[in-house]
């Protein structure tokens, strides 16, 4: 009551604020209006706008006052669907990177964690979020593992993400990537998505192809959006049928080019954007969420409409109405913009704090690293069984194999069928047509499964290009030319607790340990760019023309996503989720 009465008090002007910005620029994405107002702030939240042109002007005062100078201020940035092992970095290393950027909130999917540690894998994204100058929100993974064609730590089970959903930083469950367990009624599945609407929260969508009366089932068993379109046909889609449309630019899938012009015809308010999967040379380059808002200003949309998809759409989709915008009630997430059309970022404020100003975040405490007791359980998960050449070789006869091809820039690959190449029997790489061979390896319990395949897009010539990061059981997945080059990457990644390396003549050649669950380095962005950039450049020697091919091939195994991929359980048809033999 207190402090309702001491809001009430401050926005009639008759108690200073705790803090009051004059002379800015609103970007205002309530109205859909920018206008000169000066802005009070009283524990965390807005509490008073007051015109500046008006009579009004200067009612406010606070303990700390800031001029703006006309500067643009803008709600701070949100990020409505995202994984922070993507970036390969812990929390605190990337809230340094992202919040000077104007990101103030994510929501986190950690089903990468999920599926190498089980509960605990979402109980340390939990953990390492706090005390963060960022809002670390988590969506519970709905399916661990993404498919039965993948061997995850464990299965996760309705049961087991219950009580999750009473964390107050749980806002719902994650993309539901089961649609054939979805349209079939499965029993875990359904239980799952109830147990979520019952307790008012979101479910998250993963529906690539998905049309007509199936995608009808699809929302009305209650999955509210999807991040998977990339066509606008597929987008207008979902619109009409009242899902929310997240665009997704991530590093391997970008699709905001395509679907902008869909929100440029429409304007439609259920659309916002997301990263989904960002590895830390596009982090920073190219920056976050601030880099969606760029693009989309610079293909056309207005500014203002760009901050709103970035910011208030989010934030109403996830049911967190008090946050998004700079009005009234409001947290107050800020960001002050030296240019508003290019998104120039001069500070920025979390709960009313100024936490980052001229690229860098204020205190270095703010980004403390995570603590050594939290992150101690998270390291030594890869553990493969007894691996010989002898365990790769492909029993072949002359004719058509199945081959997975990549599309460079997406994460959906071909499905391909190439004359095969034998050699005593058996099937080989072929690396004169960039046919190579790949391996996937169960990595959690030492069970020896193997999935044995053809890949073609890499250009690789010689060597082998190991990662343990994997989407989503995070099985390892080998692209190589030679066998021998192939078992010693797998025990590498072995040696080294997961990460990627380039092997080459049986020696590695590069490497970049990702120790915490094979997918998170515990190094500062610089150093891990580095340690990245450095295995590329051997790619790019060795004949490899992906810009990024450890991203390509960590989505080679996801059994979800079209339209061939490999796993530890063998070749999936993703079209007709099935087994495919490699040669009929």
């Not at 994997?470 to 080059?485: E, S």
Request: glycine share 8%.
């Amino acid at each position: 009551m207190d402090r309702l009465r001491r809001r009430i008090q401050v926005a009639r002007g008759e108690l200073p604020a705790d803090l009051v910005l004059r002379n800015g620029k609103l970007v205002n994405v309530c109205s859909g209006e920018c206008y000169l107002a000066d802005v009070a702030i009283l524990d965390g939240y807005v509490v008073g706008i007051s015109e500046t042109q008006q009579s009004e002007a200067n009612d406010y005062h606070g303990q700390v006052e800031r001029d703006l100078q006309g500067r643009w201020l803008s709600p701070g940035l949100i990020d409505g669907h995202m994984h922070i092992e993507s970036t390969m970095l812990v929390l605190p290393e990337f809230a340094r990177l992202v919040v000077p950027c104007g990101v103030t909130s994510v929501m986190l999917d950690p089903h990468e964690f999920a599926n190498v540690m089980g509960v605990e894998g979402i109980r340390y994204v939990l953990e390492s979020g706090r005390n963060l100058p960022l809002s670390a929100y988590v969506m519970l993974s709905s399916c661990v593992p993404a498919s039965a064609y993948e061997s995850p730590y464990r299965v996760l089970k309705a049961e087991d993400l219950l009580p999750l959903l009473e964390d107050e930083r749980v806002l719902g469950l994650a993309e539901m990537m089961n649609m054939p367990g979805v349209l079939q009624g499965d029993e875990q599945v359904l239980a799952k998505i109830d147990a979520t609407l019952r307790r008012g929260l979101v479910v998250d969508g993963h529906a690539p192809g998905l049309r007509g009366r199936d995608l009808c089932a699809y929302a009305a068993a209650g999955v509210m959006s999807d991040h998977e379109c990339t066509t606008v046909e597929e987008a207008r889609a979902r619109l009409r049928l009242g899902m929310w449309l997240m665009i997704r630019e991530g590093s391997a899938a970008r699709n905001l080019d395509a679907l902008l012009p869909l929100v440029q015809e429409l304007h439609p308010p259920r659309v916002f954007f997301v990263t989904d999967d960002r590895d830390p040379q596009d982090l920073t380059t190219r920056g976050h969420i601030d880099s969606m808002v760029r693009r989309a200003i610079a293909l056309g949309l207005a500014p203002l409409e760009a901050i709103r998809l970035a910011s208030y759409n989010t934030a109403q989709y996830f049911r967190l109405y008090d946050r998004g915008a700079l009005a009234p009630g409001f947290v107050a997430d800020m960001v002050v913009l030296d240019d508003l059309e290019q998104f120039r970022v001069e500070s920025v404020y979390k709960d009313g704090v100024l936490v980052a100003q001229n690229g860098r975040l204020i205190r270095e405490q703010d980004a403390t690293p995570v603590n050594v007791s939290v992150a101690a359980h998270v390291t030594g998960t890869v553990h493969i069984g007894p691996l010989t050449e002898a365990d790769l070789r492909i029993p072949g006869k002359p004719g058509l194999v199945e081959v997975i091809g990549i599309e460079p820039g997406q994460i959906i690959t071909r499905h391909l069928q190439e004359e095969a190449l034998l050699r005593d029997g058996a099937i080989i790489a072929d690396p004169a047509r960039d046919v190579l061979k790949l391996v996937v390896v169960e990595r959690h319990h030492a069970s020896g499964h193997l999935g044995l395949g053809l890949v073609k897009g890499f250009g690789l010539r010689k060597g082998a290009i190991a990662s343990s990061v994997a989407h989503d059981a995070h099985n390892l997945v080998i692209a190589g030319v030679d066998d021998r080059d192939i078992v010693r990457a797998a025990y590498a990644l072995q040696e080294m607790g997961g990460g990627f390396v380039c092997v080459v003549d049986g020696e590695v050649r590069a490497r970049v340990p990702l120790p915490y669950g094979g997918l998170v380095s515990p190094l500062p962005a610089h150093a891990l760019v580095g340690q990245l950039r450095t295995l590329d450049a051997l790619a790019a020697e060795l004949g490899c023309q992906l810009e990024h091919p450890c991203m390509t091939l960590s989505f080679l195994s996801l059994s979800v996503i079209p339209s061939l991929k490999l796993t530890d359980r063998g070749l999936i048809d993703v079209e007709t989720f099935t087994l495919l033999p490699l040669q009929r």
